[in-house]
């Protein structure tokens, strides 16, 4: 018996742009300070109208494009929880064919930040995160794109209780919230753009 090749599903295509949020999959972590990742990975695919994500990568994928003519991307929910992230977004770059490990972008909750603060950057620390940590270990650089979300921190430095902060819900305004993940897409908008 000959076996045929190629069979199975066909290579995806290539992207200009990896977005990575990060979060933990599940109801039980929906809604917290450190799934604000996940949150501005769904905008960006609502604002630039990317099909309903598939199984691919331990996690969830939508691709295409910005929009007419612009750039394209694809827009990863790493599903392995947040401390392995980078078993999600490694294979993934290497499949979709990432030019550039710059042009990796990582949404992630910043506790260094308050509340509401959004900052872009590329590379520099890992700061405890285990998501990125996670990130560099695989990806083997810690010279990837972030947008850092400001969630805060508790007035306690005790690992237990920052803990608690960040798998906790958060307590301000619907509104607020809202408004901080229109902010962080944006910022990574104008990222994959070209005019950060």
């Given amino acids: 018996m000959r076996l045929r090749r190629g069979g199975g599903a066909k290579a995806p295509a ?3 742009w990896l977005v990575v949020g990060l979060g933990n999959p599940g109801p039980r972590y929906a809604g917290t300070r450190h799934n604000v990742g ?6 960006l695919a609502a604002r630039w109208e990317l099909p309903r ?11 295409g494009r910005t929009g007419p003519g612009g750039p394209r991307v694809a827009v990863l929910w790493p599903q392995t929880y947040m401390n392995e992230a980078g078993r999600s977004a490694g294979p993934a770059r290497g499949a979709l064919r990432v030019p550039a490990l710059e042009q ?3 949404l ?5 930040l308050p509340f509401g603060e959004v900052r872009t950057r590329v590379g520099g620390g890992l700061a405890g995160h285990n998501g990125l940590k996670s990130l560099r270990a695989e990806l083997g650089d810690p010279g990837f794109g972030r947008v850092r979300i400001g969630v805060g921190r508790p007035d306690s430095t005790d690992p237990e209780i920052v803990a608690a902060y ?17 902010r962080a897409g944006d910022a990574a908008e104008r990222v994959v753009l070209g005019g950060a």
């Fill in 108 to 112: 992630h909750d910043e506790i260094d």
């Fill in 38 to 43: 996940f949150l501005v990975a769904d905008a």
């Fill in 166 to 182: 960040v798998l906790g819900r958060f307590s301000e305004p619907r509104e607020e919230v809202a408004a901080l993940v229109e």
């Fill in 104 to 106: 990796v972008l990582v």
């Fill in 53 to 63: 994500p598939r199984k691919a990568f331990q996690g969830l994928v939508a691709d």
């Fill in 14 to 16: 290539p992207v200009d």
